[in-house]
Structures are given as C-alpha cells and as structure tokens.
C-alpha cells in the first residue's frame, strides 16, 4: 500500500481557512487520494476523494498537485466542531479497496 | 439509505473470557466489509476485510478472527481475550463502484479486557 506523510498536528483559529497538506510520492495511477476525519470517541467521517482534478463538496476542497505525489485539504472557514484527526489515505482501484490509516494530522481549532 | 449496526458499544470482559462482536449493514448488497481496531491513542489498524460471504483476509496476525456468515453481516470473535486485545472496534462497509468509493463507518464497540 502506498504510504502518506502528514504532520502530527496543526492549528489554526475559528472562521479562518485550513490547509491540510499530505504527501503521497509513492502514488500509482490507480490511486485515489481520500480524506477522513474522526471527532472524539467517534468512527471516521469522509470527507472528501479525488484522482486528479481539484474537488470541492459542501464539506470541504481538495486540491492535488499536477504531478499528484501531494495533496491539500482545505476546510474554507473552520469551526470549533472541526476539531479532529484528519487522515490522508490512497485507496486502490480494484480488490479489496483497503483503507489503510496512518497516524493523521491532530486539528486543533482556536477560538 | 445505508446503515451500518455495530453493538455493543461499550463491554467490559475479562482476560481469558471469549469474544464476539457483530456488524450489519443495511441497504446495499455485496459490500466490502472491514474490522479495525483502535488502541488508546493510537491510529486505526485494519484487522480483516472481506469482499463476500466467507472470505475473509487477515492483515495481521493476532488473537482474534473474523467470519462473514451472511452477506450483510460480519462478526468479530475471540476464544481467550487478552489484555492487549483492550481498544475501539470499528467496522465498516463500501461497494466497489467507481464513483461512490466512499467508506462507512459503525459507531464502534470500546472493548476493555480488565
């Protein structure tokens, strides 16, 4: 399985954008880039999956570099229920379709 | 709409005491079914996954099993618990479609083994 790179955590202040950069060198072609969260005591949440182009839903954007060996999410205006653990995974085409999770990046959202 | 039932929520077993924890989903046919387990502060560690009714695939070796008696329907067993096996059980559900790779999660089990 192709591995993803994050920081361990960021933060950022209540109503301002969110970058969440991961970076994927190993991708392959059949590679999807996801993106999960998981709030406190919960199951992961998708956020967000793309190929090649630019995503955007009401949830949040991903931008992929042209070369796709990284990503960005964006969470456009960040509230305090942001506050998560947000993982990048590359989810194969085909077979089992695996998710398999690295450590994530901790969200900490400000006041 | 798709949901996914996963229970109990929380159990308390003793060491040496058997296992089993049970998923079902509902609304949809021939998922892709998983296991993965949480430790306290730790990331998601896929267990088994299964993509039919008795085909099951281990990730890593461990103290515990899987079956998949049914479609819908996955369970997760253990004869002899250990204390290692103490963490947050989640299963989850996709189908294999190209434009709706998104996957599902339960709510999860927190299993303590005292």
């Known amino acids: 399985d192709a591995k993803t790179t994050q920081p361990n955590s960021m933060e950022s202040n209540e109503e301002e954008p969110v970058h969440l950069p991961c970076n994927h060198s190993?991708?392959?072609?059949?590679?999807?880039i996801h993106w999960y969260r998981q709030l406190p005591s919960q199951g992961p949440e998708y956020v967000i999956h793309g190929l090649t182009s630019n995503v955007n839903n009401r949830m949040a954007s991903l931008a992929i570099a042209e070369d796709r060996k990284s990503s960005t999410l964006i969470l456009h205006r960040a509230t305090l229920r942001d506050a998560a653990v947000y993982y990048c995974?590359?989810?194969?085409?085909?077979?089992?379709?695996?998710?398999?999770f690295g450590q994530g990046t901790r969200l900490t959202i400000n006041p | 709409s798709q949901t996914i039932h996963q229970w109990p929520a929380t159990l308390v077993q003793p060491v040496g005491s058997p296992l089993s924890l049970e998923c079902t989903v509902e609304?949809?046919?021939?998922?892709?079914l998983y296991w993965y387990r949480q430790a306290a502060g730790r990331g998601l560690q896929l267990l088994f996954y299964?993509?039919?009714?008795?085909?099951i695939s281990s990730e890593v070796p461990q103290n515990l099993s899987a079956s998949r008696p049914q479609d819908r329907q996955f369970i997760l067993s253990s004869k002899k618990l250990l204390l290692s096996d103490s963490g947050f059980y989640l299963c989850a559900w996709s189908v294999l479609l190209i434009r709706n790779l998104e996957a599902f999660f339960g709510q999860g089990t927190r299993l303590t083994v005292v």
């Open positions: 609304g949809t046919s021939n998922p892709n």
């Open positions: 995974i590359l989810r194969r085409l085909g077979g089992a379709q695996k998710l398999v």
């Open positions: 190993t991708i392959s072609g059949t590679d999807y």
């Open positions: 299964s993509v039919g009714i008795g085909q």
